[in-house]
Protein backbone atom coordinates (compact mmCIF):
# COMPACT_ATOMS: atom_id res chain seq x y z
CA UNK A 1 0.00 0.00 0.00
CA UNK A 2 1.18 3.44 -0.75
CA UNK A 3 1.49 6.14 1.07
CA UNK A 4 -1.43 8.60 1.58
CA UNK A 5 -0.09 12.08 0.63
CA UNK A 6 -3.74 14.06 0.89
CA UNK A 7 -2.50 16.40 3.24
CA UNK A 8 1.51 16.61 2.40
CA UNK A 9 2.60 19.33 1.10
CA UNK A 10 4.89 19.82 -2.51
CA UNK A 11 8.41 19.40 -1.81
CA UNK A 12 8.71 22.51 -3.17
CA UNK A 13 6.97 24.58 -1.66
CA UNK A 14 8.24 23.06 1.67
CA UNK A 15 11.56 24.43 0.39
CA UNK A 16 10.89 27.22 -0.94
CA UNK A 17 12.06 30.98 0.16
CA UNK A 18 8.58 32.27 0.81
CA UNK A 19 7.80 29.66 3.13
CA UNK A 20 10.75 29.63 4.89
CA UNK A 21 9.52 32.88 4.81
CA UNK A 22 6.68 32.39 6.49
CA UNK A 23 7.62 30.01 8.86
CA UNK A 24 10.23 32.54 10.83
CA UNK A 25 7.25 35.31 10.49
CA UNK A 26 5.02 32.19 12.17
CA UNK A 27 8.07 31.65 15.13
CA UNK A 28 8.84 35.42 15.66
CA UNK A 29 4.65 35.88 16.42
CA UNK A 30 4.69 32.66 18.84
CA UNK A 31 8.55 34.44 20.83
CA UNK A 32 6.32 37.85 21.25
CA UNK A 33 3.18 36.22 22.40
CA UNK A 34 5.54 34.41 24.63
CA UNK A 35 7.31 37.41 25.95
CA UNK A 36 3.99 39.41 26.25
CA UNK A 37 2.23 36.60 28.27
CA UNK A 38 5.55 36.11 30.72
CA UNK A 39 5.62 39.92 31.56
CA UNK A 40 2.03 39.99 32.38
CA UNK A 41 2.28 36.84 35.08
CA UNK A 42 5.30 38.56 36.05
CA UNK A 43 3.54 39.77 39.71
CA UNK A 44 2.91 36.31 40.63
CA UNK A 45 7.04 36.47 41.65
CA UNK A 46 6.13 38.15 44.25
CA UNK A 47 3.73 35.82 45.83
CA UNK A 48 3.78 33.29 48.63
CA UNK A 49 2.99 29.59 49.21
CA UNK A 50 -0.96 29.70 49.65
CA UNK A 51 -2.29 27.30 52.23
CA UNK A 52 -4.30 24.76 49.68
CA UNK A 53 -2.35 21.78 48.35
CA UNK A 54 0.94 23.73 49.05
CA UNK A 55 1.65 22.57 51.99
CA UNK A 56 0.77 19.21 50.70
CA UNK A 57 2.88 19.40 47.49
CA UNK A 58 5.74 21.21 48.73
CA UNK A 59 6.73 23.13 52.50
CA UNK A 60 5.42 20.37 53.92
CA UNK A 61 6.11 17.11 51.73
CA UNK A 62 9.66 15.73 52.96
CA UNK A 63 9.49 13.14 49.95
CA UNK A 64 10.84 16.10 47.00
CA UNK A 65 13.89 17.50 49.48
CA UNK A 66 15.95 14.53 48.15
CA UNK A 67 16.67 13.32 44.29
CA UNK A 68 17.95 9.72 44.92
CA UNK A 69 16.33 6.47 44.40
CA UNK A 70 14.41 6.59 47.33
CA UNK A 71 12.42 9.73 45.89
CA UNK A 72 12.05 7.84 42.50
CA UNK A 73 10.34 5.14 44.26
CA UNK A 74 7.58 7.30 46.49
CA UNK A 75 6.96 9.08 43.19
CA UNK A 76 5.89 6.29 40.93
CA UNK A 77 3.98 4.45 43.45
CA UNK A 78 2.62 6.60 46.11
CA UNK A 79 -0.85 7.70 46.17
CA UNK A 80 0.29 11.36 47.95
CA UNK A 81 -2.47 14.04 48.33
CA UNK A 82 -5.14 11.82 46.73
CA UNK A 83 -3.08 12.10 43.18
CA UNK A 84 -0.67 9.94 41.57
CA UNK A 85 1.74 12.17 38.70
CA UNK A 86 5.01 10.87 38.79
CA UNK A 87 6.46 13.79 36.53
CA UNK A 88 4.59 16.92 38.64
CA UNK A 89 6.58 15.23 41.92
CA UNK A 90 9.75 15.72 39.98
CA UNK A 91 9.20 19.11 38.90
CA UNK A 92 8.52 20.21 42.06
CA UNK A 93 11.80 17.90 43.92
CA UNK A 94 13.96 19.84 41.60
CA UNK A 95 12.72 23.15 42.33
CA UNK A 96 13.19 22.52 45.95
CA UNK A 97 16.65 21.47 44.88
CA UNK A 98 17.26 24.58 43.30
CA UNK A 99 15.21 27.16 45.01
CA UNK A 100 14.58 25.21 48.60
CA UNK A 101 11.53 27.10 49.81
CA UNK A 102 11.65 30.55 48.39
CA UNK A 103 8.20 30.74 46.68
CA UNK A 104 10.13 33.42 43.59
CA UNK A 105 11.74 29.95 42.31
CA UNK A 106 8.75 27.98 42.13
CA UNK A 107 6.29 30.46 40.56
CA UNK A 108 9.18 31.42 38.61
CA UNK A 109 8.93 28.19 36.86
CA UNK A 110 5.15 28.16 36.57
CA UNK A 111 5.61 31.34 34.67
CA UNK A 112 8.14 29.90 32.02
CA UNK A 113 6.41 26.90 31.58
CA UNK A 114 2.67 28.98 30.75
CA UNK A 115 4.47 31.30 28.19
CA UNK A 116 6.10 27.95 26.74
CA UNK A 117 2.64 26.49 26.25
CA UNK A 118 1.34 29.92 24.71
CA UNK A 119 3.93 29.51 22.18
CA UNK A 120 3.51 25.93 21.50
CA UNK A 121 -0.74 27.21 20.94
CA UNK A 122 0.45 29.42 18.18
CA UNK A 123 2.70 26.99 16.00
CA UNK A 124 0.13 24.03 16.78
CA UNK A 125 -3.04 26.39 15.92
CA UNK A 126 -1.54 27.36 12.53
CA UNK A 127 -0.53 24.54 11.67
CA UNK A 128 -3.85 22.43 12.24
CA UNK A 129 -5.79 25.54 10.56
CA UNK A 130 -2.96 24.73 7.77
CA UNK A 131 -4.37 20.84 7.93
CA UNK A 132 -8.20 22.15 7.48
CA UNK A 133 -7.57 24.65 4.57
CA UNK A 134 -5.65 21.95 2.53
CA UNK A 135 -8.34 19.37 3.37
CA UNK A 136 -10.88 21.90 1.81
CA UNK A 137 -8.87 22.62 -0.80
CA UNK A 138 -9.09 18.61 -1.77
CA UNK A 139 -12.90 18.53 -1.27
CA UNK A 140 -14.05 19.19 -4.98
CA UNK A 141 -17.66 21.23 -4.09
CA UNK A 142 -15.00 23.49 -2.52
CA UNK A 143 -12.70 23.27 -5.74
CA UNK A 144 -14.66 26.23 -7.23
CA UNK A 145 -13.20 28.93 -3.77
CA UNK A 146 -10.08 27.48 -4.05
CA UNK A 147 -9.43 28.70 -7.77
CA UNK A 148 -10.83 32.13 -6.81
CA UNK A 149 -9.05 34.63 -8.14
CA UNK A 150 -9.43 36.72 -4.65
CA UNK A 151 -7.43 34.18 -2.54
CA UNK A 152 -3.79 33.98 -2.71
CA UNK A 153 -1.19 32.05 -0.75
CA UNK A 154 0.17 35.09 1.04
CA UNK A 155 -3.89 36.09 2.49
CA UNK A 156 -4.06 32.34 3.30
CA UNK A 157 -0.50 32.16 5.65
CA UNK A 158 -2.18 35.71 6.79
CA UNK A 159 -5.28 34.65 8.09
CA UNK A 160 -3.00 31.45 9.79
CA UNK A 161 -1.70 33.83 11.49
CA UNK A 162 -3.83 36.07 12.63
CA UNK A 163 -5.96 33.06 13.93
CA UNK A 164 -3.09 31.44 15.91
CA UNK A 165 -1.83 35.11 17.13
CA UNK A 166 -5.15 35.60 18.71
CA UNK A 167 -5.91 32.20 19.83
CA UNK A 168 -2.42 32.25 21.79
CA UNK A 169 -2.86 35.32 23.64
CA UNK A 170 -6.16 34.40 24.08
CA UNK A 171 -4.98 31.44 26.00
CA UNK A 172 -2.01 33.02 27.20
CA UNK A 173 -3.59 36.51 28.62
CA UNK A 174 -7.27 35.14 29.88
CA UNK A 175 -7.93 35.26 33.84
CA UNK A 176 -9.55 32.22 33.84
CA UNK A 177 -5.79 30.57 33.73
CA UNK A 178 -4.31 32.54 36.32
CA UNK A 179 -5.49 29.96 39.10
CA UNK A 180 -3.28 27.49 36.88
CA UNK A 181 -0.04 29.60 37.06
CA UNK A 182 -0.25 31.53 40.10
CA UNK A 183 -0.99 28.57 42.19
CA UNK A 184 2.16 26.50 42.91
CA UNK A 185 0.43 23.10 42.96
CA UNK A 186 -1.07 23.62 39.49
CA UNK A 187 2.17 22.28 38.34
CA UNK A 188 0.55 19.65 37.08
CA UNK A 189 -2.08 21.56 35.14
CA UNK A 190 1.01 23.38 32.90
CA UNK A 191 3.09 19.92 32.35
CA UNK A 192 0.49 17.97 31.23
CA UNK A 193 -0.32 20.83 28.88
CA UNK A 194 2.87 21.58 27.44
CA UNK A 195 3.52 17.65 26.90
CA UNK A 196 -0.52 17.23 25.43
CA UNK A 197 0.49 20.32 22.91
CA UNK A 198 3.95 18.63 21.87
CA UNK A 199 1.63 15.71 21.41
CA UNK A 200 -0.39 17.09 19.09
CA UNK A 201 2.68 18.83 17.18
CA UNK A 202 4.01 15.24 17.06
CA UNK A 203 0.85 13.83 15.55
CA UNK A 204 1.13 16.54 12.69
CA UNK A 205 3.85 15.18 11.47
CA UNK A 206 3.05 11.71 12.32
CA UNK A 207 -0.20 12.02 10.18
CA UNK A 208 1.92 13.72 7.01
CA UNK A 209 4.06 10.60 6.61
CA UNK A 210 1.30 7.55 7.71
CA UNK A 211 0.15 4.84 5.74
CA UNK A 212 -3.36 4.45 6.25
CA UNK A 213 -4.08 0.96 7.57
CA UNK A 214 -0.87 -0.41 8.41
CA UNK A 215 -0.72 -2.41 11.24
CA UNK A 216 1.89 -3.22 13.49
CA UNK A 217 3.82 -1.01 11.69
CA UNK A 218 2.12 2.07 12.48
CA UNK A 219 2.67 1.82 15.96
CA UNK A 220 6.78 1.17 14.94
CA UNK A 221 7.03 4.45 13.45
CA UNK A 222 9.37 6.30 14.58
CA UNK A 223 6.65 9.85 14.51
CA UNK A 224 4.08 7.34 16.48
CA UNK A 225 6.75 6.63 19.11
CA UNK A 226 7.29 9.71 19.87
CA UNK A 227 3.60 10.92 19.57
CA UNK A 228 3.06 8.04 22.56
CA UNK A 229 5.66 9.07 24.20
CA UNK A 230 4.75 12.58 24.78
CA UNK A 231 1.41 10.89 25.37
CA UNK A 232 2.76 9.31 28.61
CA UNK A 233 4.82 12.20 29.68
CA UNK A 234 1.23 14.20 29.65
CA UNK A 235 -0.22 11.25 31.53
CA UNK A 236 2.36 11.35 34.33
CA UNK A 237 1.71 15.22 34.71
CA UNK A 238 -1.84 14.89 34.93
CA UNK A 239 -4.27 12.86 34.24
CA UNK A 240 -6.51 15.00 32.19
CA UNK A 241 -4.78 13.85 29.44
CA UNK A 242 -6.90 10.96 29.35
CA UNK A 243 -8.72 12.26 26.75
CA UNK A 244 -5.72 12.72 23.94
CA UNK A 245 -6.82 9.61 22.21
CA UNK A 246 -10.28 10.75 21.49
CA UNK A 247 -9.15 13.99 20.36
CA UNK A 248 -6.40 12.23 17.71
CA UNK A 249 -9.26 11.10 16.85
CA UNK A 250 -11.35 14.66 16.08
CA UNK A 251 -8.04 15.92 14.68
CA UNK A 252 -8.60 12.79 11.85
CA UNK A 253 -12.15 14.02 11.42
CA UNK A 254 -11.27 17.23 10.80
CA UNK A 255 -8.40 19.10 9.83
CA UNK A 256 -7.04 15.70 8.76
CA UNK A 257 -9.95 14.26 6.89
CA UNK A 258 -8.31 10.66 7.67
CA UNK A 259 -11.49 9.86 8.93
CA UNK A 260 -14.48 9.45 5.61
CA UNK A 261 -15.94 6.38 6.09
CA UNK A 262 -16.84 4.07 9.28
CA UNK A 263 -13.94 1.52 7.68
CA UNK A 264 -11.41 4.48 7.85
CA UNK A 265 -12.80 5.35 11.28
CA UNK A 266 -12.16 1.32 12.50
CA UNK A 267 -8.72 2.16 11.04
CA UNK A 268 -8.04 5.47 12.81
CA UNK A 269 -9.44 3.69 16.52
CA UNK A 270 -7.05 0.56 16.04
CA UNK A 271 -4.55 2.56 15.93
CA UNK A 272 -5.29 4.36 18.80
CA UNK A 273 -5.60 1.29 20.60
CA UNK A 274 -1.92 2.05 22.70
CA UNK A 275 -3.13 5.78 23.02
CA UNK A 276 -5.94 4.05 24.93
CA UNK A 277 -4.36 1.45 26.75
CA UNK A 278 -2.08 4.55 28.12
CA UNK A 279 -5.11 6.23 29.10
CA UNK A 280 -6.79 3.43 30.87
CA UNK A 281 -3.68 2.41 32.63
CA UNK A 282 -3.50 6.01 34.20
CA UNK A 283 -7.38 5.96 34.88
CA UNK A 284 -7.07 3.16 37.12
CA UNK A 285 -4.65 4.54 39.07
CA UNK A 286 -6.12 7.85 39.66
CA UNK A 287 -9.37 6.15 41.19
CA UNK A 288 -7.33 4.69 43.50
CA UNK A 289 -5.11 7.37 44.49
CA UNK A 290 -7.84 9.43 44.67
CA UNK A 291 -9.91 6.66 46.87
CA UNK A 292 -7.14 6.33 48.90
CA UNK A 293 -7.60 10.13 50.09
CA UNK A 294 -10.72 10.16 50.56
CA UNK A 295 -11.96 12.84 47.93
CA UNK A 296 -14.03 10.28 45.60
CA UNK A 297 -17.57 11.03 46.28
CA UNK A 298 -20.30 7.81 46.11
CA UNK A 299 -23.44 7.88 43.83
CA UNK A 300 -25.18 7.34 47.12
CA UNK A 301 -23.44 11.30 48.24
CA UNK A 302 -24.32 12.64 44.88
CA UNK A 303 -26.51 10.32 42.52
CA UNK A 304 -25.93 10.42 38.69
CA UNK A 305 -28.81 12.55 37.64
CA UNK A 306 -27.89 15.98 39.87
CA UNK A 307 -23.80 14.89 38.40
CA UNK A 308 -25.68 15.19 34.65
CA UNK A 309 -27.28 18.00 35.03
CA UNK A 310 -24.29 20.42 36.83
CA UNK A 311 -22.12 18.96 34.31
CA UNK A 312 -24.25 20.69 31.52
CA UNK A 313 -24.48 23.77 33.47
CA UNK A 314 -20.46 23.78 33.70
CA UNK A 315 -19.89 23.27 30.29
CA UNK A 316 -21.69 26.82 29.53
CA UNK A 317 -20.86 28.57 32.75
CA UNK A 318 -17.27 27.61 31.57
CA UNK A 319 -17.99 29.49 27.76
CA UNK A 320 -19.79 32.33 29.88
CA UNK A 321 -16.76 33.27 31.96
CA UNK A 322 -14.45 32.81 28.73
CA UNK A 323 -16.79 35.34 26.76
CA UNK A 324 -16.93 37.90 30.32
CA UNK A 325 -14.63 36.96 32.73
CA UNK A 326 -15.79 38.86 36.10
CA UNK A 327 -16.48 37.22 39.05
CA UNK A 328 -14.20 34.04 39.06
CA UNK A 329 -13.90 32.09 42.40
CA UNK A 330 -10.77 29.95 42.92
CA UNK A 331 -13.45 27.54 44.68
CA UNK A 332 -17.14 26.96 43.10
CA UNK A 333 -18.76 25.03 45.90
CA UNK A 334 -21.36 22.28 44.94
CA UNK A 335 -24.91 22.94 44.58
CA UNK A 336 -27.09 22.05 46.73
CA UNK A 337 -30.95 22.00 44.79
CA UNK A 338 -30.30 20.91 41.61
CA UNK A 339 -33.50 19.97 39.90
CA UNK A 340 -34.28 19.78 35.80
CA UNK A 341 -37.28 21.82 36.56
CA UNK A 342 -35.55 24.98 37.56
CA UNK A 343 -34.51 27.35 34.54
CA UNK A 344 -30.79 27.32 35.44
CA UNK A 345 -30.57 23.44 34.59
CA UNK A 346 -33.20 23.35 32.31
CA UNK A 347 -32.31 25.72 30.03
CA UNK A 348 -28.61 23.95 30.17
CA UNK A 349 -29.23 21.04 29.12
CA UNK A 350 -31.73 22.19 26.09
CA UNK A 351 -28.65 24.60 25.21
CA UNK A 352 -26.17 21.76 25.16
CA UNK A 353 -28.41 19.44 23.26
CA UNK A 354 -29.13 22.37 20.77
CA UNK A 355 -25.33 23.10 20.07
CA UNK A 356 -24.40 19.32 19.94
CA UNK A 357 -27.70 18.95 17.08
CA UNK A 358 -26.18 21.88 15.46
CA UNK A 359 -23.06 20.98 14.95
CA UNK A 360 -23.74 17.14 14.06
CA UNK A 361 -26.32 19.13 11.23
CA UNK A 362 -23.42 21.06 10.03
CA UNK A 363 -21.14 18.01 9.81
CA UNK A 364 -21.60 17.21 6.01
CA UNK A 365 -21.03 21.08 4.90
CA UNK A 366 -18.20 21.89 7.50
CA UNK A 367 -16.74 19.42 9.94
CA UNK A 368 -14.75 22.33 11.87
CA UNK A 369 -17.76 23.54 14.34
CA UNK A 370 -18.42 19.75 15.33
CA UNK A 371 -14.63 19.16 16.26
CA UNK A 372 -14.45 22.34 18.19
CA UNK A 373 -17.29 22.07 20.21
CA UNK A 374 -16.17 17.91 20.41
CA UNK A 375 -12.85 18.95 21.45
CA UNK A 376 -14.01 21.38 24.41
CA UNK A 377 -16.67 18.75 25.79
CA UNK A 378 -14.20 15.92 25.95
CA UNK A 379 -11.60 17.46 27.27
CA UNK A 380 -13.59 18.45 30.12
CA UNK A 381 -15.44 15.38 30.39
CA UNK A 382 -12.77 14.55 33.53
CA UNK A 383 -13.75 17.08 35.22
CA UNK A 384 -17.54 18.01 34.78
CA UNK A 385 -18.06 15.94 37.89
CA UNK A 386 -19.98 12.44 36.44
CA UNK A 387 -16.67 10.88 38.38
CA UNK A 388 -17.15 13.27 41.17
CA UNK A 389 -14.17 14.72 42.99
CA UNK A 390 -13.61 16.30 46.18
CA UNK A 391 -16.92 19.03 46.96
CA UNK A 392 -16.18 21.51 44.06
CA UNK A 393 -19.16 22.21 41.00
CA UNK A 394 -15.96 24.28 39.01
CA UNK A 395 -12.76 25.18 38.99
CA UNK A 396 -10.95 27.87 36.26
CA UNK A 397 -8.06 25.68 36.13
CA UNK A 398 -10.10 22.90 34.36
CA UNK A 399 -10.53 24.98 31.20
CA UNK A 400 -6.70 25.20 31.10
CA UNK A 401 -6.95 23.11 28.37
CA UNK A 402 -10.58 23.17 26.96
CA UNK A 403 -10.86 26.66 26.01
CA UNK A 404 -8.51 26.24 23.25
CA UNK A 405 -11.66 25.09 21.28
CA UNK A 406 -13.63 28.59 22.05
CA UNK A 407 -10.49 30.31 21.55
CA UNK A 408 -9.61 29.44 18.27
CA UNK A 409 -13.29 30.07 17.38
CA UNK A 410 -12.44 33.37 18.60
CA UNK A 411 -9.02 33.07 16.54
CA UNK A 412 -10.74 32.64 13.39
CA UNK A 413 -13.13 34.99 13.76
CA UNK A 414 -10.36 36.97 13.44
CA UNK A 415 -8.76 35.49 10.68
CA UNK A 416 -11.98 36.07 8.87
CA UNK A 417 -11.75 39.99 9.37
CA UNK A 418 -8.37 40.25 8.76
CA UNK A 419 -8.76 37.98 5.17
CA UNK A 420 -11.49 40.70 4.27
CA UNK A 421 -9.87 43.92 4.71
CA UNK A 422 -6.85 42.49 3.13
CA UNK A 423 -8.95 41.55 0.13
CA UNK A 424 -9.97 44.96 0.12
CA UNK A 425 -6.01 45.82 -0.21
CA UNK A 426 -5.60 46.71 3.20
CA UNK A 427 -9.02 48.29 4.01
CA UNK A 428 -9.62 47.69 7.80
CA UNK A 429 -6.72 45.59 8.41
CA UNK A 430 -5.19 48.15 11.22
CA UNK A 431 -8.76 47.89 12.75
CA UNK A 432 -8.48 44.49 12.96
CA UNK A 433 -4.86 44.88 14.89
CA UNK A 434 -6.31 47.82 17.09
CA UNK A 435 -9.16 45.61 18.18
CA UNK A 436 -6.34 42.20 19.15
CA UNK A 437 -4.79 45.40 21.30
CA UNK A 438 -8.08 46.59 22.80
CA UNK A 439 -8.79 42.66 23.53
CA UNK A 440 -5.43 42.08 24.82
CA UNK A 441 -5.54 45.30 26.90
CA UNK A 442 -8.42 44.24 28.55
CA UNK A 443 -7.58 40.73 29.10
CA UNK A 444 -4.36 41.97 30.64
CA UNK A 445 -5.61 43.84 33.25
CA UNK A 446 -7.98 41.36 34.38
CA UNK A 447 -4.96 38.79 35.12
CA UNK A 448 -2.81 41.25 36.87
CA UNK A 449 -5.83 41.71 38.92
CA UNK A 450 -6.77 38.06 39.57
CA UNK A 451 -3.03 37.02 40.42
CA UNK A 452 -3.32 39.73 43.53
CA UNK A 453 -5.61 37.56 44.55
CA UNK A 454 -3.22 34.47 45.08
CA UNK A 455 -0.42 36.55 46.64
CA UNK A 456 -1.07 34.77 49.76
CA UNK A 457 -3.57 32.62 52.06
CA UNK A 458 -5.24 35.83 53.75
CA UNK A 459 -5.73 37.55 50.10
CA UNK A 460 -6.98 34.38 48.76
CA UNK A 461 -9.90 33.29 51.00
CA UNK A 462 -11.11 36.77 52.26
CA UNK A 463 -11.25 36.89 48.54
CA UNK A 464 -13.32 33.74 48.58
CA UNK A 465 -15.43 34.52 51.53
CA UNK A 466 -16.29 38.21 49.74
CA UNK A 467 -17.56 36.38 47.16
CA UNK A 468 -19.28 33.41 48.51
CA UNK A 469 -19.76 34.16 52.43
CA UNK A 470 -21.59 30.93 52.63
CA UNK A 471 -18.59 29.05 52.13
CA UNK A 472 -17.47 26.17 54.83
CA UNK A 473 -13.60 25.27 53.02
CA UNK A 474 -12.94 29.33 52.68
CA UNK A 475 -13.43 29.69 56.90
CA UNK A 476 -11.51 26.55 57.63
CA UNK A 477 -8.33 27.55 55.19
CA UNK A 478 -8.72 31.36 56.77
CA UNK A 479 -8.66 30.00 60.36
CA UNK A 480 -5.41 28.29 59.17
CA UNK A 481 -3.67 31.16 58.29
CA UNK A 482 -4.83 32.53 61.23
CA UNK A 483 -3.41 29.88 63.47
CA UNK A 484 -0.25 29.76 61.20
CA UNK A 485 -0.48 33.41 62.52
CA UNK A 486 -0.44 32.91 66.25
CA UNK A 487 -3.90 34.68 66.30
CA UNK A 488 -5.74 31.75 67.51
CA UNK A 489 -9.02 33.63 68.95
CA UNK A 490 -9.76 34.65 65.15
CA UNK A 491 -8.73 31.15 63.72
CA UNK A 492 -11.59 29.62 66.29
CA UNK A 493 -14.18 32.18 64.93
CA UNK A 494 -13.81 31.16 60.98
CA UNK A 495 -13.66 27.44 62.26
CA UNK A 496 -16.77 27.68 64.10
CA UNK A 497 -18.29 29.42 61.37
CA UNK A 498 -17.38 26.97 58.91
CA UNK A 499 -18.34 24.10 61.12
CA UNK A 500 -21.95 25.78 61.23
CA UNK A 501 -22.04 25.51 57.19
CA UNK A 502 -20.87 21.92 57.38
CA UNK A 503 -21.12 20.43 60.52
CA UNK A 504 -19.39 16.95 59.71
CA UNK A 505 -16.63 18.13 58.65
CA UNK A 506 -13.22 16.33 59.86
CA UNK A 507 -10.40 18.49 58.95
CA UNK A 508 -12.40 21.64 60.37
CA UNK A 509 -12.92 19.89 63.95
CA UNK A 510 -9.17 18.35 63.63
CA UNK A 511 -8.24 22.09 63.10
CA UNK A 512 -10.27 23.54 65.97
CA UNK A 513 -8.79 20.96 67.99
CA UNK A 514 -5.48 22.27 67.45
CA UNK A 515 -6.94 25.85 68.08
CA UNK A 516 -8.01 25.26 71.42
CA UNK A 517 -4.49 23.04 72.24
CA UNK A 518 -3.31 26.49 71.29
CA UNK A 519 -5.61 28.24 73.87
CA UNK A 520 -4.68 26.09 76.70
CA UNK A 521 -8.37 24.53 76.26
CA UNK A 522 -7.77 20.64 76.84
CA UNK A 523 -11.23 19.99 77.54
CA UNK A 524 -12.64 21.32 74.34
CA UNK A 525 -9.65 20.24 72.42
CA UNK A 526 -10.37 16.95 73.67
CA UNK A 527 -14.45 17.25 72.37
CA UNK A 528 -13.38 18.17 68.79
CA UNK A 529 -10.75 15.59 68.84
CA UNK A 530 -13.73 13.00 69.87
CA UNK A 531 -15.67 14.28 67.15
CA UNK A 532 -12.98 13.36 64.40
CA UNK A 533 -12.54 9.61 65.85
CA UNK A 534 -16.31 9.53 65.94
CA UNK A 535 -16.33 10.30 62.26
CA UNK A 536 -13.15 8.72 61.31
CA UNK A 537 -12.05 6.00 64.09
CA UNK A 538 -8.65 5.64 62.01
CA UNK A 539 -7.28 8.98 62.26
CA UNK A 540 -4.24 8.92 64.05
CA UNK A 541 -3.59 12.29 64.37
CA UNK A 542 -6.73 12.69 66.38
CA UNK A 543 -5.90 9.67 68.32
CA UNK A 544 -2.29 11.11 69.52
CA UNK A 545 -3.84 14.70 69.97
CA UNK A 546 -6.65 13.40 72.06
CA UNK A 547 -4.06 11.47 74.37
CA UNK A 548 -1.74 14.90 74.16
CA UNK A 549 -5.25 16.46 76.14
CA UNK A 550 -5.35 13.79 78.26
CA UNK A 551 -1.95 13.62 79.56
CA UNK A 552 -2.83 17.65 79.92
CA UNK A 553 -5.40 16.79 81.74
CA UNK A 554 -3.37 14.24 83.85
CA UNK A 555 -5.89 11.32 82.88
CA UNK A 556 -2.81 9.01 82.21
CA UNK A 557 -4.99 6.09 81.70
CA UNK A 558 -7.21 7.59 79.12
CA UNK A 559 -3.60 9.06 77.54
CA UNK A 560 -1.94 5.73 77.42
CA UNK A 561 -5.31 3.99 76.03
CA UNK A 562 -5.33 6.56 72.86
CA UNK A 563 -1.58 6.75 72.04
CA UNK A 564 -1.74 2.66 71.76
CA UNK A 565 -4.64 3.35 69.38
CA UNK A 566 -3.36 6.04 67.13
CA UNK A 567 0.50 4.08 66.97
CA UNK A 568 -1.43 0.80 65.91
CA UNK A 569 -2.52 2.69 62.88
CA UNK A 570 0.87 4.83 62.45
CA UNK A 571 3.36 3.29 64.15
CA UNK A 572 6.23 5.12 62.91
CA UNK A 573 5.29 8.40 64.62
CA UNK A 574 8.29 8.93 66.85
CA UNK A 575 6.69 11.82 68.79
CA UNK A 576 3.74 9.61 69.38
CA UNK A 577 6.28 7.00 71.50
CA UNK A 578 8.30 9.16 72.50
CA UNK A 579 4.97 10.89 74.32
CA UNK A 580 3.65 7.25 75.45
CA UNK A 581 6.98 6.68 77.16
CA UNK A 582 6.72 10.42 79.28
CA UNK A 583 3.12 8.99 80.03
CA UNK A 584 3.88 5.53 80.92
CA UNK A 585 6.71 7.48 83.26
CA UNK A 586 4.43 9.47 84.66
CA UNK A 587 1.71 7.15 85.58
CA UNK A 588 4.19 4.84 87.31
CA UNK A 589 5.11 8.31 89.63
CA UNK A 590 1.52 8.37 90.31
CA UNK A 591 1.36 4.43 91.38
CA UNK A 592 4.35 5.13 93.55
Known amino acids: MTKDKRLKPKDEVQNSPHTKSLLSVRYLVATAVFLLTFVVYFSCLHSEFVMWDDDCYIYKNPHIH??????????????????????TWFSHALDYAVWGLNPLGHHLTNNILHAANTFIVVIVVAKLLEAWQHSRQQNPPL?????????????????????????????GLHPLHVESVAWVSERKDLLCAMFFLLSILAYTKYVSVAKEGDYPGAFLNRHYLLVAGLSALALLSKPMAVTLPGVFLILDCCPFNRIRSMKTFLSALLEKLPLIALSIISSVLTVLAQKAGGAL????????????????????????KMVLPVNLIPYYPYPRNISLFSAEYFLSV??????????????????????????????????????????????????????????????????WLWKKSYLR?????????????LIAGPLSFLTYKQIAVWKNSFTLWTYVIAKEPENPLAHNNLGVFYNSSNMPEKAEEEFLISIRLKPDDIDTHYNLGGTYQALYMPEKAADEFKTVIRLKPDFAGAHFNLGLDYYRMGQMEKAYGELKKGLEIEPDDQKARQLLKTVERRASEVRR
Open 66 to 87: TLNLSFFRWASSAFYCANWHPL
Open 425 to 437: KGAGAGLVIAAAI
Open 143 to 171: QKARNSKTTDSSSLEGSYLVAAAVTGLLF
Open 350 to 415: ILVSGITAACIVMMKKQRLWLAVWGYYVLTLLPVLGIVQVGGQAMADRYTYLPSLGPFIVAGLLAA
Open 297 to 320: QTFEIIPLSPRMLVAAESLLSYLW
